[in-house]
């Protein structure tokens, strides 16, 4: 069993629509939580980076952690075609330690 | 404006051939790591130096085995070196980079498409 796991969907929605992506996870010493978002035949890119457990908003997307579930989320309200993309969630033990990656779930935002 | 680049962007390998990657840092960036993404997986790492020095290659140790090899010999430009290449070696190869191992913040090159026939 991996340590993060993450639906590899393919997950497709109509345009405006809200995308709720998430991941879990197995050891509970993981403190640090981001989403990175990876275009096709790019590397990744930060898109949200918290701490520990709670919410943090940044535009359209919002990131929950919930510890005590070890349970991760990431919400795209008003997706667009450019939202398009790999989304992968990651996670470290220590500050600026190594990523440990979920398997990354794959979005299309159809016009 | 300078982001983290690797050279060289494709490679085909024949089984048993060496190959060596390259990853350009951003510059001033003291942190360095290396990650190994087989297709439609996530990132696996693989090393991490911090300047000149390979703190942490536990991902070199139990997946590719002793034919992974990764320098920094002065602290900025970093080579990946793989020997005898498998077919399962067949992945991207991503570099990323910080600006010092309190910072968060890891910036990813492109990576290298490695294809071992």
């Known amino acids: 069993q991996k340590e993060v796991e993450q639906d590899p969907g393919p997950l497709s929605v109509p345009e405006g629509a809200i995308v709720s992506l998430n991941c879990t996870y197995s050891n509970s010493a993981f403190q640090y939580f981001m989403w990175y978002r990876q275009y096709s035949r790019k590397g990744p890119e930060l898109l949200m980076y918290?701490?520990?457990?709670g919410n943090k908003e940044d535009g359209r997307f919002t990131a929950q952690v919930d510890k005590s579930s070890k349970y991760i989320s990431l919400f795209i309200r008003d997706s667009q075609p450019s939202d398009s993309a790999t989304y992968l969630c990651?996670?470290?033990?220590?500050?600026?330690?190594?990523?440990?990656f979920g398997q990354g779930t794959e979005l299309s935002v159809k016009p | 404006g300078a982001g983290v680049s690797q050279s060289p962007r494709y490679k085909v390998a024949k089984r048993g051939q060496d190959v060596a990657l390259r990853c350009d840092p951003i510059?001033?960036?003291?942190?360095l790591f290396w990650y190994q993404q087989a297709l439609g997986q996530g990132p696996e790492f693989l090393t991490y130096?911090?300047?000149?020095?390979?703190?942490?290659?536990?991902?070199l140790q139990h997946g590719p085995s002793d034919r992974f090899f990764a320098e920094r010999p002065e602290g900025s430009v970093s080579t990946l070196k793989i020997q005898r290449t498998q077919q399962e070696d067949s992945a991207v190869y991503l570099c990323?980079?910080?600006?010092?191992?309190?910072?968060?913040?890891?910036?990813f090159g492109p990576g290298t498409r490695l294809t071992v026939l």
């Open positions: 130096f911090q300047n000149e020095a390979q703190l942490d290659k536990s991902g």
């Open positions: 990651a996670m470290s033990y220590n500050q600026g330690g190594k990523l440990i």
């Open positions: 990323a980079s910080k600006r010092n191992s309190a910072t968060d913040t890891q910036y």
């Open positions: 918290t701490y520990s457990s």
């Open positions: 510059s001033g960036h003291v942190s």
